[in-house]
């Protein structure tokens, strides 16, 4: 009886085996037949109830047949391991000669271009380059540039205020005056930064780019000032773009002046950019007021100077034909990847 129960059991466990694909699988066949409640493991109990002498060969064949079956699941488990261990190797190989994913290569955005641009030109000319601190004392962004409190000047400029005495820098004109109370004359320099106003609309943002140049030394004369904004007007536009210099005023400059280019659009005969008048303002400039210079420890019997500031995103706008300000600063890729 013990032969054929084994052979059975042997038999059916095969069975049972073949179409087994998982270690989870596997694990059911095992307890189906070795667990507490397993087909094999009740034959073992049930060998109690048999007479002394068939107990010793049923119970040693039914211990063959849980060998033959442990040794067959030992087999299968490591089976599906390797096959499971193939699988993965094959999914998760990395083909080299696959082509490599493609980034984009960036820009230089089209306000630094400009920006380079610009200052490439005043430093062949001999200007040396200067930086000042974004968040400002009242002091150097009005004060000391002869802009008293209660000057309606202060109202041209949307000032964001930190404190009573703190400023974001309306303009990088302060720059002028800082570094002149660090240096004595001859200075030469430009001092491009970015400068922060409370303006928002198609050709204002709260925060944009200036340059501000200063020289000061013992004979510089308003001639000088034309001759540099000339030649740099001429290099940034065209070497033949018509330039005036029209009266104008700043409390740090006297006199002061307003420079316009000819509409480089229309040629000078009218159109939308320039309003119908043939001609584009590009920036502010003048002779240093003897003011400021006071106010800094110089002696404007001794010395002369020529400052002058402008809009680095305007110039750009104008290089670029772009008619929102608003473009520079969402960095849609699309916009920028133009230029
Ligand atoms: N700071 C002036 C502004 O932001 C621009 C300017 C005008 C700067 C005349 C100068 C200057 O240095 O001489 O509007």
């Given at each position: ?144 540039l002869n ?26 004109s302060?720059?002028q005056v800082?570094?002149m109370?660090?240096?004595?004359p001859?200075l ?25 140049g200063l020289m000061v030394g013992?004979?510089i004369?308003?001639?000088?000032l ?24 700043f409390?740090f400059t006297e006199p002061s ?28 400039a003048g002779m240093v007021n003897p003011h400021v210079f006071e106010m800094v420890?110089y002696?404007p019997?001794?010395y002369s100077g020529f400052a002058f ?31």
């Open positions: 009886m013990g032969g054929q129960k084994n052979s059975f059991l042997r038999e059916s466990f095969l069975n049972e085996l073949g179409p087994v694909v998982s270690v989870p699988e596997l694990e059911e066949l095992r307890v189906r037949y070795l667990g507490k409640k397993g087909l094999l493991t009740a034959e073992l109990k049930n060998l109690g109830g048999l007479p002394p002498d068939q107990r010793r060969t049923a119970g040693a064949a039914l211990n063959e047949t849980k060998e033959f079956i442990e040794h067959a699941l030992g087999q299968r488990k490591q089976e599906l391991k390797d096959l499971e261990l193939s699988r993965k190797l094959a999914s998760e190989g990395i083909d080299v000669t696959l082509p490599g994913s493609y980034v984009p290569p960036g820009r230089v955005h089209p306000v630094t271009q400009t920006l380079e641009e610009i200052t490439d030109v005043f430093v062949s000319m001999g200007f040396s380059v200067e930086e000042g601190p974004e968040v400002e004392l009242d002091y150097y962004n009005f004060e000391a802009i008293p409190k209660e000057h309606p000047a202060r109202e041209m400029q949307d000032t964001f205020y930190v404190s009573k005495d703190v400023v974001l820098r309306t303009h990088t302060p720059v800082r570094v109370q660090r240096k004595s001859p030469k320099f430009i001092a491009p930064g970015k400068v922060y106003r409370c303006d928002a609309d198609i050709s204002h943002t709260p925060m944009f780019h200036q340059i501000e013992e004979d004369t308003f001639s000088n034309k001759s540099v904004l000339e030649t740099f007007l001429h290099r940034i536009f065209s070497p033949d773009v018509p330039v005036r210099f029209r009266p104008s005023y409390p002046a307003e420079v316009d280019i000819g509409c480089i659009f229309c040629k000078g005969t009218g159109c939308r950019t320039c309003k119908g008048s043939g001609w584009i303002e590009i920036l502010g420890g002696d019997k001794q500031g402008m809009g680095i995103e305007r110039i750009t706008m104008l290089k670029f034909s772009i008619d929102d300000i608003r473009l520079f600063f969402e960095n849609d890729i699309r916009f920028l990847g133009q230029f």
